[in-house]
């Protein structure tokens, strides 16, 4: 599966003359909710908090470590959503310590506190690592999003953070790529976000029995749904048309993510790809945490334009 288009080369990580790479002024930490590859990550860089799945009896991690690669074939047998849980305190203060072995202060960059408690457990971290970690400052960002949007706020901080750019710049920044980037994406139920507590069963029965493939939005002011075509096909072109038009005439940062529909989110990748500037453009599949409340069959992409 392609995580990155090798035509679009990434401004290079800073290195010493042997080659390793230096320290940095600021260095970024995440959750795994952001869903980004091992190669991204080791990339830029990146350190991880990862989150927790449980499957009845079974906690697992959550993350690409192949312990639930079969989770979408099992999600939908299972009578029980599996459970999801926020990385504890001190998950956190065990990546801010490796971040501190990297740079002279952390970055972090959580999924919104308005889905989870990850961003609450990062700050108790920071409290706790201003003990632990005395000469390292720690700043908690909430990043107002979820998987690819998240992913490339972290991102574009981590390239901040490998060109030189101090604690208060990258803050800033990712301020304003909060308030920016949109994720648009289309389920092939509501079922999972039901069982989950978020919608209506009647809402589920009704999308079912008309074939309804909602589209729906979760960008910083604006979540809910916004088309209900009656085919995957026509959710499909509906994210062409959402993307297109908000970026035409603008230089793009993309991410495709899919919760088990890998064909479809390469076709959407390729085409965007093809009809948009993009400098920024890569494939991810949803981790578990985030696959528990969609169920498989989404597909959907997160956008922000230079």
């Not at 079969?70 to 599996?82: I, K, V």
């Not at 803050?171 to 079922?191: F, M, N, W």
């Not at 088990?260 to 959407?268: I, K, P, T």
């Amino acid at each position: 599966m392609p995580e990155t288009d090798p035509n679009m080369p990434e401004p290079p990580d800073s290195l010493e003359s042997n080659g390793a790479p230096d320290r940095r002024s600021v260095a970024v930490v995440t959750d795994s909710a952001a869903a980004l590859t091992p190669e991204l990550l080791s990339k830029h860089r990146i350190n991880v908090a990862s989150m927790e799945v449980t499957i009845g009896d079974e906690t697992f991690v959550d993350g690409p470590d192949g312990a639930l690669d079969d989770f979408y074939s099992r999600l939908t047998t299972l009578e029980q959503l599996p459970t999801t849980s926020a990385p504890k305190p001190g998950a956190w203060l065990e990546a801010f310590g490796a971040a501190a072995q990297q740079a002279d202060s952390v970055m972090c960059v959580t999924l919104s506190a308005g889905l989870s408690a990850a961003y609450d457990a990062a700050r108790v971290a920071a409290e706790m690592a201003a003990t632990d970690l005395p000469d390292t400052e720690i700043a908690v960002f909430d990043s107002k999003g979820a998987a690819g949007s998240q992913a490339l706020i972290v991102l574009e901080c981590a390239r901040m953070a490998g060109a030189g750019e101090q604690l208060p710049t990258i803050q800033a920044r990712a301020g304003i790529l909060a308030e920016k980037v949109r994720l648009v994406a289309y389920l092939d139920t509501l079922e999972y976000v039901h069982r989950g507590g978020r919608v209506p069963k009647i809402a589920v029965w009704a999308t079912n029995l008309l074939n309804i493939k909602p589209v729906m939005e979760f960008s910083a002011g604006r979540v809910g749904s916004i088309a209900r075509p009656r085919s995957r096909s026509g959710a499909y072109k509906r994210l062409v048309k959402e993307v297109t038009g908000d970026m035409m005439g603008r230089r793009a940062h993309v991410n495709v993510m899919h919760a088990d529909a890998e064909d479809e989110a390469e076709s959407l990748m390729n085409e965007l790809g093809e009809r948009v500037e993009c400098v920024e453009l890569f494939l991810t599949q949803f981790h578990p945490f985030m696959g528990a409340h969609t169920g498989p069959g989404l597909v959907g992409v997160s956008y922000w334009g230079e």
